[in-house]
């Protein structure tokens, strides 16, 4: 009950179509108890025995015991139904189907609003999960996993919807329907089933007209779910990227537009689902009220007829095993709801321990040094990834962490931009602790080259200018003139216009490299952080980037964790990293003579990874 509360909290926003939508259910039920009433006039004239005419005449009394200011009224149609039995029986006819129009009008409205309601408050909850997933810290990703958070957008934001759509416009009308509903059954008489069949062909191809637009809808939402899933796969695998270059809003932007289309969608297949049932019963009801005219001929004036047949005609048209049958299904679909709103929420309620202090200040431009003073760190909570570590990066030099894998380099480089907070200690920037710092003053000055490289499925130029959307197109080229990429650039038939591919993997590794790098080159941040990832590539690709990256570097406080010994060399200070801990520092000549892991690392790592010459 406590999920389910907190879900409908969301109706609160389309509470006048919510309100609407219930009454219609109302409206509905009440028209199908008035189909009682308006045949059993018809009943009691058919049966002509002076018994049931002594009972029809003791209606309007009856009747103004409990309501007086109807005794006249039901003395009138008495009088009148007495008088001309078949007459009356053909204005009650007329009056069933005139009530069922009415029905089918209001039965349409009650579903069409009640699916307003429900694809709006998934639309709103997946705009509020996607908008707090995206806040959420970089260790949130590392416990549940990408594919496990975009589950939540599909499965069980889908079983939410599906749960609301038949609570709307199932489980508020049925209850109501048992009671009175009265259903069309059967026909026991062949000869009268003729009369139902002669409407079949129409009813086939109102079906199939609706059936057609219904495939089409359903069709077309579901390329657009397709193009939704890559916006979220894209976002999430890219999340690192997402932060650093303060894109969370931009992201949330193409969700919006591109979920927006889903529910358009969605709403045709909704009015066509409205439409269906109220026009199935309608024609339905025509049929039934020629059938019963003929039955009632049948009777009165050829006797074909007798009136225990009659009886038992009509009473094959009453019927509450739908509403029953609907109704048992009910529970079962609650707990799917359930089920999937627990999940959500579970999400929703995950709390940031990236936290934005309330007086946060926006960091001052960078201009003398970053430390890490006395940093301890710990992804669990116990086990301490790194212990007391001092690191300092002046202004404008090129510090390289060095260390075997897993001694704690990129955790380090993951502390600078904020996707953890250290445990122990601080990082300071001019002698401001980035905690005290707006999250989007700290991002902007500090540019991300990630060992794997995350392009998304876009032009070349939305990629190179995902940090600054508002690049002009001379820009652009200028960044990726910087990064070595304007040639192979220029030979693709679009140019800057061609698609990347889902992940870049139109693009080679040296190509997709290069246009990282000059998306890092455009931000032109005054702090780098560089994850090399040249290993990998051929000796023309890596000789590219890293003359690339000796140009962006200069005058630019880059913290590198190193692969080459070409970058090792150009540091102005390494940082040898083992356990967590500083093992020593100094140039790449102090700490060949004096370190001896150091030597190790540069003889087994740094030698064997460059390029031999022939």
């Known amino acids: 009950m406590k999920e389910l509360a907190r879900l409908f909290g969301y109706v609160r926003y389309y509470k006048g179509q919510a309100t609407i939508s219930v009454t219609m259910a109302v409206i509905t039920s009440l028209l199908d108890f008035a189909r009682i009433p308006t045949l059993v006039p018809v009943f009691y004239a058919l049966m002509g025995g002076e018994a049931e005419r002594a009972k029809v005449m003791e209606w309007p009394a009856e009747v103004g015991k409990y309501l007086p200011g109807l005794e006249g009224i039901t003395r009138r149609i008495v009088d009148a139904m007495l008088a001309n039995p078949l007459g009356t029986m053909s204005w009650a006819i007329g009056l069933l189907i005139a009530i069922s129009v009415v029905k089918g009008a209001a039965l349409y409205l009650q579903e069409y609003l009640a699916g307003k309601v429900h694809t709006g408050v998934a639309r709103r909850l997946a705009a509020e999960l996607y908008a707090h997933v995206l806040s959420l810290p970089m260790s949130f990703y590392n416990r549940v996993g990408s594919a496990s958070v975009a589950s939540r957008f599909t499965n069980d934001l889908e079983g939410v919807g599906r749960g609301l759509a038949y609570f709307f416009s199932k489980a508020v009308l049925q209850p109501i329907r048992l009671v009175g509903f009265v259903a069309l059954a059967a026909f026991i008489n062949w000869k009268l089933l003729l009369f139902n069949a002669a409407l079949f062909p ?22 657009s779910r397709d193009r939704l899933m890559n916006i979220l796969q894209e976002s999430f695998e890219g999340i ?32 066509v689902d409205a439409a269906t049932s109220p026009f199935t019963e309608m024609m339905g009801i025509i049929g039934v009220g020629l059938s019963l005219y003929m039955a009632g001929r049948a009777v009165l004036l050829t006797h074909e007829m007798t009136m225990l047949e009659f009886g038992a005609f009509y009473t094959a048209l009453v019927s509450i095993s739908d509403p029953i049958r609907k109704l048992s299904a009910i529970n079962s679909r609650i707990q799917a709801l359930v089920a999937s709103a ?16 309330p007086d946060a200040a926006n960091l001052d431009a960078f201009s003398r040094e970053i430390r890490f003073d006395r940093v301890s760190f710990t992804y669990n909570g116990t086990d301490e990834v790194l212990h007391g570590v001092c690191v300092t990066a002046a202004r404008g030099e090129i510090i390289a962490l060095v260390g075997p894998s897993g001694s704690g380099k990129s955790t380090m480089a993951r502390l600078l931009p904020r996707f953890y907070d250290p445990s122990g200690g601080a990082v300071l920037i001019d002698g401001t602790d980035i905690r005290d710092v707006t999250l989007s003053s700290l991002r902007d000055q500090i540019g991300l080259v990630t060992q794997e490289v995350i392009l998304f499925n876009d032009t070349i130029a939305a990629n190179i200018s995902y940090g600054k959307t508002d690049a002009s197109k001379e820009e652009i080229q200028a960044a990726a003139k910087a990064a070595n990429a304007h040639g192979f650039i220029e030979k693709l038939p679009s140019g800057y216009d061609s698609m990347v591919g889902e992940k870049g993997l139109v693009l080679s590794g040296g190509q997709r490299q290069r246009i990282a790098l000059a998306r890092a080159i455009l931000k032109d941040p005054p702090i780098l952080i560089l994850d090399e990832a040249t290993s990998s590539l051929d000796s023309e690709s890596e000789h590219l980037i890293q003359e690339a990256l000796d140009e962006f570097m200069r005058d630019r406080t880059s913290i590198v964790i190193a692969h080459r010994l070409s970058t090792v060399k150009r540091a102005s200070r390494i940082y040898v990293i083992d356990a967590g801990t500083v093992a020593a520092s100094g140039t790449n000549e102090t700490l060949l003579r004096d370190c001896p892991m150091y030597k190790n690392l540069y003889r087994r790592q740094f030698m064997l990874a460059e390029p031999q010459g022939d």
């Not at 129409?202 to 390329?223: D, F, S, V, W, Y």
């Not at 997402?242 to 009015?271: C, G, I, P, S």
């Not at 627990?342 to 202090?357: A, G, M, N, P, Y």
């Open 202 to 223: 129409l009813l086939a191809i109102g079906i199939k007209a609706l059936g057609e637009k219904a495939k089409r809808a359903t069709r077309r939402g579901l390329h």
């Open 342 to 357: 627990t999940r959500v929420f579970s999400f929703l309620d995950e709390k940031t321990d990236i936290i934005e202090k």
């Open 240 to 271: 690192s990227i997402v932060k650093a270059f303060n894109m969370e809003r931009r992201e949330q932007a193409r969700f919006h537009e591109e979920n927006d289309k889903v529910r358009v969608q969605d709403l045709k297949v909704v009015r």
